[in-house]
């Protein structure tokens, strides 16, 4: 999820400033400054580089996720993104949804319109409940990531990516997203021909994407966890980032698919309808 970047990405073009990711100094000072801040409000503060995690989960729970970060940014940094967030980012976990909804309003002062979780570039902090689940971290680390190696992604395949590792797995080495909860949505789309074509999709704006009448993040997931499937996403990523032309993405699918997009619609529609959970 990443309503807030809608507000602020209009606004914001700021000139490129020599950033750089936060140095171990940066990371441990900011740990201090939040255990300063939080003292007495049963908060545990951890540095795991390029993070700072803040929870309010203790014991096992606390080291499970800090390793969780640690695999997740280790796997995707591996696969796609050579650069780390050029700014320090906090990651707040909370344990249930009722800690999270009065930890944003009080740290960030916002009312979040999911009880999942967040990117909040202004706050530069991820801000979720995972009592759900890890997959919505895993979801939302990959925001940052994208941010710093693809700036201008369209929404669509920043969404895709992100929910195609809603729910992770490891697989001889990479990151891994297996079918997950979305399938349902976008199946029942493809029955109900609901969806546009692929092309269309593709040509989404931010709001079109995030305003969309048809469930936009299981299309873009799926499109994203067909090209996983077929050994073809890392290249796909690669052909897309580069290209300075075309935003959408349709060249580089096209060309990773090997067909036009209108014969690739009726291949992705039939490979989609018999997908099982
Ligand atoms: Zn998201």
């Known amino acids: 999820?990443?309503?807030?970047?809608?507000?602020?990405?209009?606004?914001?073009?700021?000139?490129?400033?020599?950033?750089?990711?936060?140095?171990?100094?940066?990371?441990?000072?900011?740990?201090?400054?939040?255990?300063?801040?939080?003292?007495?409000?049963?908060?545990?503060?951890?540095?795991?580089?390029?993070?700072?995690?803040?929870?309010?989960?203790?014991?096992?729970?606390?080291?499970?996720?800090?390793?969780?970060?640690?695999?997740?940014?280790?796997?995707i940094e591996k696969d796609f993104f050579s650069k780390r967030p050029d700014k320090l980012i906090e990651i707040w976990l909370f344990k249930n949804e009722r800690t999270y909804r009065k930890g944003a309003k009080k740290y960030f002062n916002d009312e979040p319109e999911t009880p999942y979780g967040y990117y909040s570039p202004e706050d530069d902090a991820l801000i979720m409940n995972i009592g759900p689940g890890a997959g919505t971290l895993s979801h939302e680390l990959v925001h940052p990531y994208m941010e710093a190696?693809?700036?201008?992604?369209?929404?669509?395949?920043?969404?895709?990516l992100a929910s195609l590792y809603e729910?992770?797995?490891?697989?001889?080495?990479?990151?891994?997203?297996?079918?997950?909860?979305?399938?349902?949505?976008?199946?029942?789309?493809?029955?109900?021909?609901?969806?546009?074509?692929?092309?269309?999709?593709?040509?989404?704006?931010?709001?079109?994407?995030?305003?969309?009448?048809?469930?936009?993040?299981?299309?873009?997931?799926?499109?994203?966890q067909y090209l996983q499937d077929h050994g073809k996403l890392r290249d796909f990523y690669k052909k897309f980032a580069a290209d300075t032309k075309d935003r959408t993405g349709k060249t580089a699918l096209a060309a990773v698919v090997g067909m036009e997009l209108d014969a690739f619609d009726v291949v992705f529609r039939k490979w989609a309808g018999a997908l099982r959970r």
């Open 1 to 75: 999820m990443m309503k807030r970047l809608l507000l602020i990405a209009s606004i914001i073009a700021l000139p490129a400033i020599a950033a750089a990711e936060p140095s171990a100094a940066d990371l441990k000072a900011r740990q201090s400054e939040l255990q300063k801040k939080l003292a007495g409000e049963g908060f545990f503060v951890v540095v795991e580089a390029p993070f700072v995690v803040i929870t309010d989960e203790g014991g096992a729970a606390l080291s499970r996720r800090v390793n969780f970060v640690k695999w997740t940014t280790g796997l």
């Open 149 to 160: 190696n693809f700036p201008n992604v369209p929404a669509w395949f920043n969404e895709g």
């Open 167 to 224: 729910q992770p797995r490891e697989r001889e080495g990479h990151m891994w997203g297996t079918t997950n909860w979305r399938l349902p949505g976008l199946q029942s789309m493809i029955r109900n021909k609901s969806i546009p074509p692929v092309a269309k999709m593709l040509e989404t704006t931010r709001d079109g994407f995030y305003e969309a009448s048809y469930d936009s993040y299981a299309y873009a997931r799926f499109l994203v």
